[in-house]
């Protein structure tokens, strides 16, 4: 697997655009290495990603140099250390947002609030771990020791999503 490294220049007074250029970066998983020096991986929706941070940057009137990167074993197991750092953290906040979810299916269960609202608000909370689920693991080339954990997760989320909602249908009556 090949790496790019991206390294850009701002104007100090341009929080805004530093925000905002560092929060595509960290969106498409690139690893920062230091201020303003960004490690990414080489693929399509990685290039896609990068190409999105440089006109984010030529546009605030910054300079964006991008460099492919050829380098030891070493380097590269290091990069590669860090990146799935970066991935068991993501992967870490997900299950923690699973048991959130978790506990509040329980809530609305014991507290017998087995309304279409509530099962609308649970959709839509099961619906946003899923689409996380899946931008996390297109971007976990490596596959972080959490992985397997959070997808267990989400399937458990799942399964009492869909018991709440049997809940919900047999509170109104309907089969």
């Given amino acids: 697997m090949g790496w790019r490294v991206l390294t850009y220049r701002l104007s100090g007074d ?9 929060r595509e970066l960290r969106r498409v998983g690139a690893v ?6 960004w490690a990414i991986p080489k693929g399509d929706r990685f290039d896609e990603g990068l190409a ?3 006109t984010l940057v030529n546009r605030s009137g910054g300079q964006a140099l ?9 380097v590269l197991a290091t990069v590669e250390a860090l990146y799935t750092a970066e ?8 299950r923690s ?3 959130k979810a978790e506990a509040e299916l329980r809530r609305e269960v014991e507290m017998e609030r087995f309304t ?4 609308d608000e649970e959709e839509q909370s099961v619906e946003r771990l899923r689409r996380w689920y899946r931008e996390l693991r297109a971007k976990d080339l490596f596959v972080a020791p959490s ?12 399964e009492l999503l869909e018991d709440f909602a049997e809940r919900v249908y047999e509170a109104r009556g309907r089969p």
């Fill in 87 to 94: 991935r068991e953290a993501e992967w870490v906040e997900f």
């Fill in 14 to 22: 341009q929080s805004r655009h530093r925000v905002a250029v560092w």
């Fill in 66 to 74: 991008c460099f492919d990167v050829s380098a030891s074993d070493e």
């Fill in 32 to 37: 920062a290495l230091q201020s303003a020096t």
């Fill in 52 to 54: 999105r941070a440089i």
């Fill in 147 to 158: 992985a397997t954990q959070a997808e267990r997760r989400l399937k458990e989320c799942r």
């Fill in 97 to 99: 947002e699973c048991d």
């Fill in 116 to 119: 279409l609202a509530e099962l």
